[in-house]
């Protein structure tokens, strides 16, 4: 029965593995590869919970067994539990030093968790030990490009690509290197894996938005529109978005912070903090760079305290945010202010001021605001159709459901641009509106003006921004190591292929002038 346990897994069959399993238990309940089993048929279905219960039980058991350790330790990372899944990885590293394995799944939990320098020297240690691990090379390019070393990255995934020309990790992961031109030899082999019948969705997916840059980068403006939409419109087939319940969301934050907040207890709460807010793919990983390049300033990236303090402020209320706004004293907005400053530690030097430019804080600054008072917030924004089309053409990790179809961008646009209008209304002195344009018209005027609302002093450091040396988790990590560019705009190249997207811009009032 464990036998075909066994086998019912190695097929993707985790129900019947787990029928099998229990049955084996019934009959012998302290069989412990039975529950190393169970453990692993859990975590295919997602139910890491259960996954943890089983294999900490193994543990108890076999606390020598680096394969049982290491399954341990994706599990409590999958479920946010990131010290305790990341001490079970390096103790299955130090169980089986030669295991390459337990050194992937260590570096990938360390890049997960940011600490991307560890998961560099970790993933390295996986392809030394198994030069041809394909997938700890391509997690391996990735850190690469997050740290700046993109000549290496390339040349990483270019020799992958030698030896396993199908694999289309590797593709996506090279296509995703904005700087990095794919060549018409790269667009016709892309053309034929896409066509190649009896890939799953997924693959197709991944190919087909590295296709659409491909032929974008051969100037095939009309064939990369029509692989782009494609590949988007297969994504969206497998996620849900609902253009109603984003706009009852909107709705709800609105109505919750129209008036003002109670009185801060301490007015220079977290002024040591900038937010740097956008909709996707609109400049700010650049904001951040520009900023980060000051010697006072370190950049957090995509920091996830203040949807996380959000989250658990709704558990504990047992009412979702922000249904419980409008009952929140000064002391709960300062007692989560400070819980959101001891997370920041972390990522701060003292005496140095930070970054966060966490996705979905644009929703949130004027929860963000209440608790910390002292913050100053950046709206990074970006030509409306250039923004969307952008988003359009990137294929990303996790979340921003609604750009895979240019409706649902639409919709998403205007609820951000409501709620932008009300923190200017009501945060004029600490909310900044940043433009692209602006900056690529007059880069020192307006990193001056960026400076100044941060109440920093000047500093040439901050011209020089792509030299500043430090970790970039976006897709945008090798772009913000070039000097700035004037020629970003993709969309004119496309000619009439967006004008549904503009008409249906000026029809919600997004645009100041007709498609």
């Known amino acids: ?111 997960m968790s940011a600490q991307v320098e560890q998961a560099h020297g970790a993933l390295q ?11 700890a090379r391509n997690a391996l390019a990735t850190v690469l490009t997050n740290l700046g070393n993109i000549p290496a990255a390339v040349t990483l995934l270019r020799e992958t690509l030698r030896d396993h020309p199908d694999n289309a990790d590797a593709w996506f992961a090279l296509g995703s290197i904005k700087t990095e031109r794919l060549t018409r ?14 890939s799953p969705d997924d693959t197709r997916i991944l190919l087909g938005f590295t296709l659409a840059k491909a032929l974008e980068d051969q100037s095939d403006y009309a064939a990369a529109f029509d692989m782009v939409h494609e590949a ?78 959000l989250d658990e402020e709704s558990a504990r209320r047992g009412t979702p945010f922000p249904q419980w706004v409008s009952s929140t004293t000064a002391d709960n907005w300062h007692r989560m202010g400070t819980a959101y400053l001891a997370r920041a530690r972390r990522w701060r030097p003292q005496h140095v001021r930070l970054t966060d430019k966490n996705i979905s804080n644009w929703a949130f600054v004027g929860a963000a605001l209440a608790m910390l008072p002292g913050a100053r917030v950046i709206n990074a924004r970006r030509d409306l159709v250039e923004t969307c089309f952008a988003s359009y053409r990137q294929l990303f990790a996790t979340g921003v459901h609604f750009s895979y179809d240019l409706d649902d961008m639409v919709d998403y646009c205007a609820g ?6 009300l923190w200017q209304r009501q945060f004029p002195q600490r909310y900044f509106d940043h433009h692209y344009e602006l900056l690529q018209q007059d ?73």
Not at 185 to 198: E, K, P, V, Y
Not at 447 to 472: G, M, N, W, Y
Not at 481 to 489: E, F, I, M, V
């Open 125 to 135: 240690r996986a392809v030394a030990i198994e030069p041809g691990y394909v997938r």
């Open 443 to 515: 880069p020192e005027g307006q990193i001056h003006r960026v400076l100044d609302f941060c109440a920093l002093p000047f500093d040439t450091a901050c011209l020089s921004f792509h030299q500043t040396p430090r970790t970039v988790l976006t897709f945008s990590s090798a772009q913000v190591r070039q000097p700035l560019r004037l020629d970003t705009a993709r969309a004119a190249l496309y000619g009439n292929r967006l004008d549904p997207l503009r008409a249906r811009l000026h029809a919600a009032g997004l645009l100041s002038t007709s498609p």
């Open 1 to 111: 029965m464990l036998r075909e346990a066994g086998n019912a897994l190695g097929h993707g069959q985790a129900n019947l593995a787990d029928r099998g399993l229990s049955q084996v238990l019934a009959l012998d309940p302290g069989n412990v590869e039975a529950q190393r089993l169970l453990g692993i048929a859990a975590l295919v279905r997602g139910d890491y919970r259960r996954a943890i219960a089983h294999l900490r039980s193994v543990v108890a058991a076999h606390p020598d067994d680096p394969s049982i350790n290491m399954t341990l330790g994706n599990a409590l990372v999958e479920t946010g539990e990131t010290k305790a899944g990341l001490d079970s990885l390096r103790r299955a590293c130090e169980l089986a030093p030669g295991m390459a394995a337990a050194w992937y799944n260590l570096g990938r939990a360390l890049q």
């Open 232 to 309: 988007n419109a297969l994504k969206r087939q497998s996620l849900y978005w609902s253009r109603s319940e984003e706009r009852a969301r909107v709705e709800a934050i609105s109505e919750a912070f129209s008036t003002p907040i109670a009185n801060p207890l301490d007015a220079e709460l977290g002024r040591e903090i900038i937010f740097v807010v956008s909709l996707p793919r609109s400049g700010s990983t650049l904001v951040e760079q520009i900023l980060a390049a000051h010697p006072e300033v370190t950049g957090g990236d995509e920091f996830q305290a203040l949807p996380e303090i």
């Open 185 to 198: 030899g790269d667009t016709a082999h892309l053309q034929r894996l896409f066509r190649q019948s009896g």
């Open 416 to 421: 951000y641009e409501r709620l932008s209008a």
